[in-house]
């Protein structure tokens, strides 16, 4: 399975791959490079960064002493990703905006090669704030970078028959994820960015963010492992 981008690459990065238990330097080190090797080609990304385990370990951390609403866990999820785009943003610094974009309508055009941003509202994940610039910069679709690499008709953790897709629809896709939103939720794509991309017609394409050799095949046009949803 192969897929041609524009000039535009937007993604949503999994904070669990750049913060699985501790920051991931190698991980950085290696995906800055794939970066900066497209951005020679002409690219431009857009990267907006999740929480990961820094989020998780201040939200048990306040469940664990009080009463906490979802609204108190999207707050702490939202910080968590910010500290994680500013660490994004410095990493890239040479090429990329110095301002990391934490509310709608900040964005208006592109002016550097890399443009890192971070949550921007409760209720809101990642998803779909990578969602809602892919529909506000006219591109038309946005990565999931995160793991694992396909989307599967059930938890392949629980289940080892579970079978994966190549390719599917939103409408299929919606059927499988839970209808509300719920901080920290572990589907490929959450269920507020799944409504958005089906009703604005935007393509979300779901990898391993680990495997950066499949991701370079997918930036560069050669055959991938991975889901598209459209």
Not at 16 to 26: A, C, F, G, R, T
Not at 37 to 62: C, N, S, T, W, Y
Request: charged share 25%; aromatic share 10%; hydrophobic share 40%.
């Amino acid at each position: 399975m192969n897929y041609r981008f524009g000039k535009t690459i937007i993604m949503s990065l999994g904070g669990s791959i750049v913060y699985p238990k501790d920051i991931d330097l190698l991980f950085l080190k290696h995906f800055k490079k794939l970066v900066e090797d497209e951005v020679k080609r002409g690219k431009r990304f857009v990267i907006v960064i999740g929480g990961g385990h820094l989020a998780r370990i201040f939200q048990q951390a306040a469940e664990s002493l009080c009463s906490v609403t979802d609204e108190d866990k999207d707050w702490i999820g939202i910080h968590a990703t910010r500290l994680n785009a500013q660490l994004m943003r410095t990493v890239f610094k040479e090429m990329a905006d110095p301002v990391v974009f934490d509310k709608r309508g900040k964005m208006k055009k592109l002016t550097h090669p890399v443009t890192i941003a971070s949550g921007w509202h409760p209720g809101w994940s990642t998803d779909f704030v990578a969602t809602a610039i892919a529909k506000d910069l006219k591109v038309a679709e946005y990565l999931e970078v995160g793991k694992p690499a396909y989307v599967y008709d059930k938890d392949p953790s629980a289940y080892p028959d579970a079978k994966p897709f190549e390719i599917m629809t939103w409408k299929e896709y919606r059927r499988l994820v839970p209808k509300k939103w719920v901080p920290g939720s572990h589907a490929p794509v959450d269920t507020v960015a799944a409504k958005l991309s089906a009703s604005s017609g935007i393509t979300s394409i779901i990898i391993n963010g680990r495997d950066l050799k499949n991701f370079k095949n997918l930036l560069t046009g050669e055959k991938f492992q991975g889901t598209i949803i459209r």
